[in-house]
């Protein structure tokens, strides 16, 4: 494995100051190419001999973790890095189609640039037609190959132009060789399809550098995967392996370092998630949600799913739950830990329980999806990260009262909100908790766990949605319920901290394109990205371990 390097910086939010201020210190015109690769999964370049890439990452901001988005397709992922913003804005949800697409409303970068800054002149050399006929339309040289070399040969031929001021490509074989044989690092056709590409790269940078009027340029480079695969090579569009992509940000005003979540401040409209700790003082941290009077009181149908990353624990804390703990015996319901793995313990007001386990760890060090239906009078399913791993048969009656006596339901803590067992509270980390007054399908709950914003999306229960907590929210004590239910949360206590669940996505890549291209960016974009900047005018150093 190769060694990068581990420092991160802030990642501000969408605000860019003018080109002509980094004009002003450099003295040199800006200019930019950007590589766009379909199928190189996270893991690749850590593995492949890449001397090429390995090039740039010595001067970039980069993350071989970035977020590609949901769906994760060649074209959707195109759609995101281009026009700055998730599928559910630019409509592109579709293998292999760019059908429903919202590019009138949210266009590509290159068009932007165009509106902007008629005078650079720019080039548009790709695979898919359909990034030059309807997002790219506006490059002044567009072409289109049936192969990576000749995207290659033409994209050095527009390199040698003096006049050029930006140039995207899109190479495609990885993506090729990943469907036919599996995106595995096993598979040598797959790793030299990538070393293929690392060629392509730095052939690119010398063409770059070969320019007679490179002493007067400040270039960036732009490396960007807009997909992964799975190793059987069949798109699935949700998979970690195919959502999880190498993001590379190369140029002068970038810092040289890897980007890493745990050590980023939040940011602005991402995605964000909340870590609970345990106060060295002893005291409590949790959230607590009102459900006196809601349709989240006394369920008896439900799907409970979020997703967590377990702390360091002890005894059996709640992670979410509405009763008091102190009994199981007692009316309510909590999802707790059950030695390094979890369990739910469910009773109604005649003290008749259940205690259904998972069997299966939570406490690895990763992130866990966590999902528990409920159905009163036929049976409780337990699920770990998509699979069912457990089903209990129930013989509650229709007439039973499963509501707790408390008006609260929490994380991290019981519904008394005063738990000891574990004191102070349970310590991890959430993101994306959803309540379901409906018992979700094995096959929803597959299809649906890894999708951000799932009050825009065709979820088939989403009238059912009573309780959606994204934990994108980056200060004060409100966490806020995107349900449309109005159930809101409170964060108690001090022992928290928010960061990013990923370090950069895909929607990043356009707002620093236009921030290195002197553009401003216009808050009625609606552009989703951050600006990733040192925190420095010019650069007057580097920080290289």
């Known amino acids: 494995m190769k060694s990068f390097f581990k420092y991160s910086r802030l990642m501000l939010t969408v605000c860019l100051m003018a080109g002509q201020f980094a004009y002003a210190q450099t003295g040199k015109s800006k200019k930019i190419l950007v590589i766009g690769v379909d199928g190189i999964i996270n893991s690749a370049i850590d ?66 640039i165009k509106s902007g800054a008629p005078a650079i002149v720019l080039a548009s050399v790709v695979r898919t037609p359909e990034i030059n006929t309807l997002l790219n339309q506006a490059a002044d040289h567009k072409f289109q190959f049936g192969s990576d070399e000749d995207v290659y040969k033409k994209s050095v031929e527009m390199l040698k132009l003096p006049e050029m001021g930006a140039v995207f490509l899109q190479f495609s074989s990885p993506s090729e060789v990943g469907v036919d044989v599996g995106y595995q690092l096993r598979q040598a056709r797959y790793i030299l399809a990538i070393q293929k590409i690392d060629e392509y790269v730095a052939g690119l940078q010398a063409a770059i550098q070969s320019r007679s009027g490179y002493a007067n340029e400040d270039w960036d480079i732009f490396f960007v995967s807009t997909h992964g695969g799975t190793e059987s090579g069949v798109p699935q569009s949700t998979s970690p392996e195919e959502v999880n992509v190498p993001i590379i940000l190369s140029g002068g005003e970038l810092d040289n370092k890897e980007l890493v979540g745990a050590a980023l401040p939040p940011r602005e409209n991402a995605d964000n998630i909340l870590t609970i700790n345990k106060a060295a003082s002893g005291d409590r941290t949790y959230v607590r949600i009102p459900i006196k009077g809601t349709a989240l009181q006394g369920m008896n149908k439900f799907t409970i799913e979020t997703w967590i990353k377990a702390g360091a624990n002890s005894s059996d804390p709640s992670i979410i739950g509405d009763k008091n703990w102190d009994s199981g015996g007692l009316p309510g319901f909590t999802i707790c830990r059950s030695g390094s793995n979890w369990k739910i ?45 457990t089903e209990s048969v129930l013989t509650y009656k229709d007439g039973d009262n499963m509501a707790s006596p408390f008006d609260y339901l929490c994380l991290a803590q019981d519904g008394t909100q005063t738990y000891s067992g574990g004191a102070p509270n349970w310590a991890g980390s959430f993101n994306e908790v959803r309540i379901w007054t409906d018992v979700l399908s094995t096959e929803t709950i597959q299809k649906y766990m890894y999708l951000r914003n799932i009050e825009n999306s065709n979820h088939p229960n989403r009238t059912a949605l009573n309780l959606y907590l994204k934990m994108d929210d980056v200060r004060g004590t409100v966490v806020r319920d995107y349900s449309g239910k109005g159930n809101n949360g409170e964060l108690v206590g001090a022992a928290s901290e ?9 929607t990043d890549v356009s707002v620093n394109i236009l921030g290195h291209m002197g553009m401003r960016v216009d808050g009625s974009w609606g552009l989703e990205g951050s600006v990733l900047k040192s925190n420095v005018p010019f650069r007057l150093f580097k920080v290289n371990n």
């Open 47 to 112: 593995y492949a001999s890449t001397p090429g890439i390995d090039k740039l990452t010595a001067d970039a901001s980069y993350s071989m973790n970035g977020y590609g988005g949901i769906p994760a397709y060649a074209s959707s992922g195109w759609s995101t890095m281009l026009t700055g913003v998730s599928s559910d804005k630019h409509g592109v949800t579709i293998n292999k189609s760019f059908v429903g697409n919202k590019f009138a409303q949210y266009p590509s970068v290159v068009s932007r």
């Open 345 to 389: 313990n469910i009773a109604n007001t005649k003290s008749e329980r259940y205690d259904v386990g998972s069997g299966k760890t939570i406490e690895d060090g990763n992130w866990h999806h966590l999902a528990v239906t409920f159905d009163k009078t036929k049976s409780i399913k337990i699920y770990q990260d998509g699979e069912k791993v």
């Open 498 to 506: 928010r960061h990013p669940y990923y370090p950069i996505g895909l």
